[in-house]
C-alpha cells in the first residue's frame, strides 16, 4: 500500500520539476533499469570546509589531481566529487560493503584530514539496500580510466521514521517509486537507524533542487509516515563510476542538449 502511494505522490509532485531541468545539460536517455538489491552496499557522504581563501575552479583542479588515487580503489564502486553552496567540498561515496567504507573512513583518515585540514572531517555512513539506474546517461569528457568529467548534481534526502523496525519496508518501497525521473543519473535508496532515504545523481541543479523540495519530501515523507525530513544539496563536477563510461546502446532517443 506505502508502495503504491509513494509512486502516485511523487509522480505528481516532483515529475514536472525534474522536465523542466532536462534541457541544459548533454546527456543521452537510455532504458531505466529495475531496482537492483537489496544488497550490501554502503553510501558515505563525506563534508570537509575548505578553505576561505580556496575558490571553487582551485577545488575542482584539486578533485582532477586526486583521481588516481581513488580510481585504484577496488571496493570503490563510485565516488561522485562534490562542493556545496556554503563551500564544503567532499563526495558521495558508493562502496561494495559497509565494512569497506568503515575500513577506509577509519581513525587514521580522520586524524590525517584533521592534520591536513585543520578540521574534522563530517562523514555520514549509510546503508544502501538498494540501486536504481536512471533515464539519464551524461555526455562528458573521460578522464581516467573510470571516471567523467560532467556538472552534475547530488542530492541526499533523508526522512526520520521514529521506528527502526519500518525500515526495511520503507526502503523496498521507495526501490519502486517513481523518484526516478528522466533526469536521474542513479539513485541510492539509504537507511540508518530510524530513518531511510534517497541519495541520487542528476543531469541538472534544478532536477536536484526539485527531489530535495520542502513540499516533495512533505508528501513523500506522509507517505512513509516520516515525523521529520533533511536535505543536502551539492554540486558533482567530477564523477568517478565506470558505470558511466558505458556505450548508449538501446538509447530511446538522441542527446539531449
Known sequence: MISKFVSRSILFVGLGGLLAGCASAHYSVRRTTAAEGPGAR????????????????VIRAKFRDALPEYEAIGALEAKYFTISDDGQFGGLYV????????RHFDAAWRADVRKRRGVDADVLVMNA????????LPEGEPIGTRSL??????????????DEARVASAAESLSHATWAGPALVRGF????????????????REAAEAAAAEGARATLGAA?????????LFEAPLLVDATLRRTTSGASSPPVR
Not at 562502496?95 to 568503515?102: C, F, I, L, T, V
Not at 535508496?189 to 541538472?204: L, N, R
Open 95 to 102: 562502496w561494495a560493503s559497509r565494512a569497506d567504507a568503515e
Open 149 to 162: 568529467q560532467f556538472p552534475a548534481w547530488v542530492s541526499v534526502v533523508r526522512w526520520e521514521l521514529g
Open 42 to 57: 554502503a553510501v558515505v557522504v563525506v563534508r570537509v570546509p575548505s578553505p576561505w581563501f580556496a575558490p571553487r575552479f
Open 224 to 232: 512513509l509516515e516520516a515525523t521529520g525530513s533533511s536535505a543536502l
Open 129 to 136: 539496500p538498494y540501486v536504481v539506474g536512471g533515464a539519464a
Open 189 to 204: 535508496v539509504v537507511t540508518g537507524p530510524k530513518f531511510v532515504g534517497v541519495a541520487a545523481v542528476w543531469v541538472t
